[in-house]
Structures are given as structure tokens and as C-alpha cells.
């Protein structure tokens, strides 16, 4: 089946500076990838997602990148801000039997220092 | 729009116990599924559904049931519960596996 790994677990950085969290797929049919933002006590919120046929996509501070051979995808972050501070996971479509789902990683949890 | 609506928030059942979270929707989305959340482990897939009296199970199905008889509701059944079992369910909802899932609030539940 599907398994999405993700890394690192734990990321913290200086307001201002960039974040890149990293995620590993191992069905190579997977053909959406998204990420999720879940602050405390709160559910988990999309914040960017990308698809197969698209490399990089960008929203304001927020990035994406996507390399399809390597089976690996990335979240990338720039002048980070406290309100950052969250866990964000990754998540890729994959297919046991015959219906596709939606698998995450594990998490990582980004805490954003002023 | 309700979007997804998750209940109750908060339970606390004894072992061997059974019980069903409730999770509903209003956004005439075919996919819907439960995810447990733990420290350290992410969002694991419980079960999920494609269309009405359609399900599958995910990567953690063993002791619980779910069914789907209307586009709206996809209940969770506890069928005996364990201590094994305390965690945050989440249920979400999509138009399609691979559109932007919408969660519910979450339900804590604590086995004792």
C-alpha cells in the first residue's frame, strides 16, 4: 500500500528565516499531493496541494515542488512568521485494491521563534 | 453551510464498551473518511468511502465498522472498545480522493 514518509518531525527557526519540510511517496500512480496546516486544538486546514503533471506551485510564502522520479515532494516556507508556528503534514493519494485514498505523514511540528 | 460536523466532541468509555461517533456533511461530497490521530504517528486512514454503500478499509480498520447509507452520514462503530483505541478522531469529506478533504471538529475519546 501507500507510504508517506515525512521529515523532519520537529523543525525550529528564527522569525524571518525559511522552512522546508520534505515528504517521500512510494506509489508511483500517486497523483495529488497536498499540505496541511493544524494548529493547536484545531483541525487540519489545507494549505497548498499539488498535482502530477505540475512541478512547483507557489501561494504568496508558500511553495511546493514536486519530483515525480525521486518520488519525493517538498513544502518550502519563506520569511516565516510566528503565526506559522503549527504542524503541518503532507499527504498523497494511493491505491491498495481498487479505490484511492488519501495517506499522510507523520507531521512535522514547526515552531516559528520572534 | 454546516461542512462537516463531527459528534460528540469529548468521550470517555470503559473497556469492552461500544459506541458511534457521528460525522456528517452537507456538501453532497461522495468521499469521506476517518482518520485516528496519535503523537508522533500523523493522520492514520481507519476506513473510507467512496459513495453510498461504498467502503473500504484503510491502513488501521481492525476494531472498527463503518457503513454508508446516505451521500451525508458515515458513521464510526467502536464495536468493543480498548484502551488502545484512546485517541482524536477525525472525520474529513471530499468531492472526489484528490480534492481539498474537509475536516470535522474532531472527537477525543479516552478508553479506561
Known amino acids: 500500500g501507500e507510504n508517506v514518509e515525512q521529515h523532519p518531525s520537529t523543525l525550529s527557526v528564527q522569525e524571518g528565516d525559511s522552512a522546508v519540510i520534505k515528504c517521500t511517496y512510494s506509489d508511483s500512480a500517486s497523483n495529488y499531493f497536498p499540505w496541511y496546516k493544524q494548529e493547536l486544538g484545531k483541525r487540519p486546514q489545507l494549505i497548498i496541494d499539488i498535482r502530477s503533471n505540475v512541478g512547483e506551485k507557489k501561494d504568496q510564502r508558500i511553495a511546493v515542488t514536486l519530483n515525480k522520479t525521486a518520488k519525493h515532494f517538498s513544502l518550502h516556507i519563506t520569511e516565516t512568521q510566528p503565526e506559522d508556528s503549527a504542524v503541518y503534514f503532507c499527504?498523497?493519494?494511493?491505491?491498495?485494491?481498487?479505490?484511492?485514498?488519501?495517506?499522510f505523514g507523520a507531521g512535522t511540528r514547526l515552531a516559528v521563534h520572534p | 453551510n454546516a461542512g462537516v460536523t463531527q459528534t460528540p466532541k469529548f468521550q470517555v468509555l470503559k473497556t469492552g464498551q461500544s459506541m458511534t461517533l457521528q460525522c456528517a456533511q452537507d456538501?453532497?461530497?461522495?468521499?469521506m473518511s476517518w482518520y485516528r490521530q496519535d503523537p508522533g504517528m500523523g493522520l492514520r486512514l481507519i476506513h473510507y468511502s467512496v459513495g453510498a454503500g461504498i467502503t473500504d478499509q484503510g491502513e488501521v480498520p481492525n476494531g472498527y465498522n463503518v457503513s454508508r447509507s446516505t451521500t451525508e452520514d458515515f458513521p464510526l462503530r467502536l464495536l468493543s472498545a480498548a484502551p488502545s483505541q484512546t485517541s482524536v478522531y477525525f472525520c474529513a469529506s471530499s468531492y472526489l480522493e484528490n480534492t481539498e478533504a474537509f475536516f470535522g471538529q474532531g472527537t477525543r475519546l479516552t478508553v479506561v
Open positions: 499527504a498523497a493519494t494511493g491505491r491498495r485494491g481498487g479505490y484511492n485514498k488519501l495517506i
Open positions: 456538501m453532497n461530497h461522495e468521499y
